[in-house]
């Protein structure tokens, strides 16, 4: 008799796939790190063929258009979606009546625009009497499949909103995914950036306003508020610990 046959083996290649926006991870824990921080929601375009959620209008049209774009779904839009708002419809004569009332116009090309280079400013003139500083950081991606976080640009701003501090960061390990739809950034923006040592020591400067370290805790010490939009991601990437109370 023959020996039982062995059970195939999972295959090396196998991918953890997405199933708003489709994207795919070679680990399930970058899947569900993915899941945690990306916040598909209803709101997102949405391609009509194959249901995937894209980031923003430009994606959608990539999708269905681009040179890049998925054959089936850019086959099914060429035949029954709008041009210029990107919706499907089931025949042709009610494209053709939505066609006579869409008046939206299309949108011009994304262009790579270089920006320009913005380094620190004088903190002690330009933030005197300052309680809070907001800060907002540009994270660009990592690892082999791009959803490991580095931050690549820092911004902080005053409570009048001058900008304080803005600058470029080395990230810590090589960039595989500029998230360019997002962050704007380019290789170009990040060639002669500062190192990430630098920018740390210069926000905490800023952040402690000549304060010991041994007195953070203390609310009535000169240390100022942090104020912005999910910090502990923006934190977490600068490798700045900052007292939980003077979080905002």
């Known amino acids: 008799m023959d020996a039982e046959a062995d059970p195939p083996t999972r295959s090396r290649t196998e991918r953890h796939k997405c199933f708003a926006c489709y994207k795919q991870f070679k680990k399930k824990e970058h899947l569900v790190e993915h899941m945690k921080i990306s916040y598909h929601t209803p709101h997102q375009p949405k391609c009509g063929v194959c249901q995937k959620h894209c980031k923003s ?148 400067e800023i952040l402690y306003n000549g304060e010991s370290a041994r007195r953070l805790m203390s609310d009535s010490g000169k240390a100022r508020l942090l104020v912005g939009h999910d910090l502990k991601r923006g934190l977490d990437c600068l490798r700045i610990n900052y007292p939980g109370h003077l979080l905002r």
């Open 57 to 204: 209008f430009e994606s959608l049209r990539n999708h269905l258009t681009g040179p890049l774009s998925r054959a089936g779904c850019s086959r099914t839009f060429s035949a029954q979606g709008c041009d210029l708002c990107l919706k499907l419809y089931d025949s042709p004569s009610s494209l053709g009546k939505h066609r006579e009332i869409c008046h939206l116009s299309a949108p011009a090309s994304l262009g790579t625009k270089i920006l320009p280079f913005a380094g620190s400013v004088d903190v002690k003139y330009t933030t005197k009497g300052a309680k809070a500083i907001a800060i907002n950081c540009g994270l660009v991606g990592g690892g082999t499949d791009g959803s490991l976080d580095l931050c690549a640009r820092v911004c902080l701003v005053d409570e009048d909103e001058n900008i304080i501090f803005h600058t470029y960061v080395q990230p810590q390990s090589a960039v595989t995914d500029y998230r360019y739809e997002i962050t704007g950034l380019t290789e170009e923006h990040l060639r002669n950036s500062k190192s990430h040592k630098e920018v740390q020591d210069r926000i905490l």
